[in-house]
């Protein structure tokens, strides 16, 4: 007798899912039985997704073509949800932009204010939509992707890493108010990872020494989980992570 996969009934909203790491969540969390909620600006991307969840075995996805620095729409997303669900057991926010590399006394006013729009307050947005649906859940999983520039901040990177930095500290307060909750945050730190974003930073690169974003999938499926992460204090590594052994694919698996 088969038994059914580990997130079978499950829900999930996968931010970013549009490309790279995101899109690598919403494949993996699908494949492992969750119903995937997946948000984006590209509505063909999107499309994409749901065609490849569903090629591989996957359970359908809710394509949510959305701007996160639209709050209200966040809002609606979140009413949305209640009503046809009632509750989030997974969140996956993977939604983020660099914008470049930069001098901090060169950083365009407008570009300053979209990488805050998008980095950090879509992260509250989040939150403050969809804390109800996660407490409604038996076991609630929240996942906000940082990187090590928030904790090693180095020249150019400024814009970046501030906005990193203050998603941990938002989602580590946020992590003590729901402490005695069924809410569990979780920071996770990538490490270098094969994607759009990460060609903008390190352009000419050579990618083959870069982690596939598929590898990420089967952390996000046991972080999605019931067990208990323990408390968000200590970000997550993949690359540790994948050092242990539990990682099924290799960094550099396309
Ligand atoms: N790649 C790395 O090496 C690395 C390392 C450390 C941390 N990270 C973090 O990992 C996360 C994912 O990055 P990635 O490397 O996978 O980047 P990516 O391939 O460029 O993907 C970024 C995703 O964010 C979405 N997005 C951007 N702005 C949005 C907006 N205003 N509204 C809705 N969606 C938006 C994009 O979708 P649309 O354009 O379709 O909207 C896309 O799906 C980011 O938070 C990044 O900072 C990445």
């Not at 569903?54 to 209200?72: F, I, K, S, Y």
């Not at 076991?139 to 941990?168: C, D, H, L, Q, Y």
């Amino acid at each position: 007798m088969s038994s059914s996969p580990p997130l079978s009934g499950r829900v999930a909203l996968v931010t970013g899912a549009t490309r790279g790491i995101g899109r690598a969540a919403a494949l993996a969390l699908s494949a492992a039985g969750a119903h995937v909620i997946a948000v984006g600006r590209t509505q063909g991307a999107l499309e994409d997704l749901d065609d490849e969840a569903r090629a591989v075995g996957g359970e359908p996805v809710t394509l949510v073509p959305l701007d996160l620095t639209n709050g209200d729409g966040i809002d609606a997303l979140g009413l949305e949800i209640f009503k046809r669900h009632g509750r989030l057991d997974i969140l996956v926010h993977a939604a983020g932009i660099l914008s470049g590399l930069r001098p901090v006394a060169h950083i365009p006013p407008k570009l300053w204010d979209t990488l805050l729009a998008t980095n950090i307050t879509a992260a509250y947005r989040l939150i403050r939509s969809l804390e109800p649906l996660l407490r409604a859940s038996d076991a609630s999983r929240a996942i906000f992707i940082t990187a090590g520039a928030a904790a090693r901040p180095t020249a150019f990177w400024g814009s970046f890493a501030a906005t990193k930095a203050a998603v941990e500290a938002l989602v580590r307060s946020w992590a003590d108010e729901t402490d005695s909750s069924s809410i569990r945050a979780i920071l996770l730190d990538p490490g270098p990872v094969r994607t759009k974003l990460r060609a903008e930073a390190y352009p000419g690169e050579d990618v083959s020494t870069l982690t596939s974003p598929s590898a990420l999938g089967p952390l996000f499926v046991e972080l999605a989980g019931t067990a208990d992460p323990g408390p968000p204090d200590q970000v997550v590594s993949f690359t540790s992570w994948a050092a242990s052994g539990r990682s099924a694919a290799a960094p550099g698996t396309p």
